[in-house]
């Protein structure tokens, strides 16, 4: 998942330049290897090659033709890539951020170690991980239908005076695509949280209590700073997930309506399987997503080894 | 000290307000199972007497024990591929260090987030070319080098003492048969917590077997439980049923072997 550290990746193939591995143990090593080399090979860098490729081509299904950048141009004309590109963006700029900071205040929370009922807390937040996207995307769309568990509950609440409609209108159904999602990941993401908390120097915390720093400084000034790292690997895993939102969109939503919950993957696949098949054209779109992800773990790269470097 | 409590009881509060919306899509999964469509539909929060015709409707549209068994088919077969291919690579990249295999190993890094989207038109005409859609190893094949689970066992492998390879091999075993007889019952620690993620995600797999399965006999158990929300009515107490089917084995898993899922989750992070 996380980029390795490659100082000690280039300090291991100094080490290891005057090999010293005999030449049984080169056969072994290779032998060894070779399944995962050859599947890696075939359906990993084969096809992203190929898929580069055919995005330069055009036409309908196996008929290709060379079309240079007009898929890349087709691209600033078309609304429905627009319109999905743009949902996506609102998905993960809206969503990420509020799913980190409730999976960094549950983990902070739980750390505690004198708080009661820690297992059991931490054992129900976690819980949500353990649904199959497919099947918590049914029990979403029943629990928001129209007259449904939550427009009752909200209506006897006396907090909305009429039923909102969920699935069928376009700002309600991103909401609750956006509730669905931070539901189903974020007890995943406070483990990570969690797991990072557990090397804090508790030291640290009570010199900053007993000189009456008030909680939420402690949160800011010591708990924020000390997670950093975690904080970009989740937020960056947890865009890179968001860019390939698809099992909910089509379960929940089914994209609309008229587009609203359209994402990036969804229209890639409508694209090859819904409507006339255009490889070329999906192709492209799938290489926005590529970029995307690339640019991300770059960034992800670049601002942890400035961390490390200071 | 009053401040304290008070502090201290909003943090139950809100833990335990969070606690609840985390579990109750389960409860709500369980209740509309005994519940009709309508009383679903309705949201309906009280057990109901429906829960045998549910079954008995779920059963009637699908050959369910035929799709329990691809399913479970599918995800052991994947899985036992997978553990197999990743950790003889995790383990050789790791022992048998070379530069030329330490480049690789980085160029699979680079490759490390790339995503399915991307992959999937040509996969797919890969797939049909060779004749395997609607067919298994179609829908296993393409999944079984992992390079998240290549990464995860060079990790782990790390930590496997060297002094027990050289002792192996003092005595003469041959490298597969260290690998084998010493490495895999070392490591088992690793191999189940490897074992929890790669099942799971092969059981809940959704978007590669609905390209990949196309007849009503190779279907598994997410796409039937997709397919039952369209319709002009769907049946929403049988489609209850189903998601508990869907969900009950990774429940199982979790709650028998917490620790080593949670470990797994956070994998190669440590």
Sequence with gaps: MRLPNTEVTFLGAKAMAASRLSRGEL??????????????????????????????????????????????????????????????????????????????????????????????????????????????????????????????????????????????????????????????????????????????????????????????????????????????????????????????VVNITEGGPADATLTLSLYIYNLTFRFMPNFGYAATVSYVIVVAVAILSLAQFYIARDRRKS | MTRMSLGRGLTYLALSLVSFISVFPFFWMIIGATNTSADVNLGKMSFGTALFDNIAHFFSLFDVPRVLLNTAGIAVAGTALTLLVCSLAGYAFEVFRTRYSERLFALFLLMLSIPFSALMIPLFIMISRAGLINTFAGVILPGIASIFIIFYFRQATKAFP?????????????????????????????????TIIVFMANWNNYLWPLIVLQSNDNMVITLIVSSMRSGYNPQQGAIMVATIIATLPTVIIFFLLQRRFVEGMLGAVK
């Design chain 2, 162 to 194: 060297h002094e027990l390879r050289d002792a192996a091999r003092i005595d003469g075993l041959k490298e597969w048969q260290i690998f084998l007889y010493v490495y895999m019952p070392v490591m088992r620690s690793t191999y189940a917590a490897a």
């Design chain 1, 27 to 248: 056969i072994n090593g290779w032998l060894f290897m070779a399944p995962a080399i050859v599947l890696v090979g075939i359906f990993l860098i084969f096809p992203i090659l190929w898929s580069l490729w055919m995005s330069f081509q055009v036409g309908r299904g196996m008929n290709f033709t060379f079309g240079g950048f007009a898929n890349i141009v087709r691209l600033t004309q078309d609304p429905v890539f627009q319109r999905a590109l743009g949902n996506t963006i609102l998905f993960f700029v809206v969503q990420v951020p509020i799913m980190l900071t409730l999976a960094a205040l549950m983990a902070v929370a739980l750390n505690d170690p004198s708080l009661r009922f820690r297992g059991l807390f931490r054992t129900a937040i976690f819980l949500p991980c353990v649904a199959s996207l497919v099947a918590y995307s049914a029990l979403f769309k029943s629990m928001f239908a129209d007259a449904g568990l939550i427009n009752n509950a909200l209506l006897s609440l006396g907090l909305i005076s009429e039923p909102i409609y969920w699935i069928r209108d376009p700002f309600w159904a991103k909401v609750l695509i956006i509730t669905a999602i931070t539901w189903r990941w974020t007890g995943y993401n406070m483990i990570f949280y969690l797991a990072a908390l557990q090397n804090v120097d508790r030291s640290m915390y009570e010199a900053a209590r007993i000189d009456g720093v008030p909680a939420w400084a402690r949160f800011v000034y010591i708990t924020i700073p000390m997670l950093k790292p975690v904080i970009l690997f989740t937020s960056v895993t947890s865009t890179i997930g968001t860019l390939q939102l698809f099992d909910e």
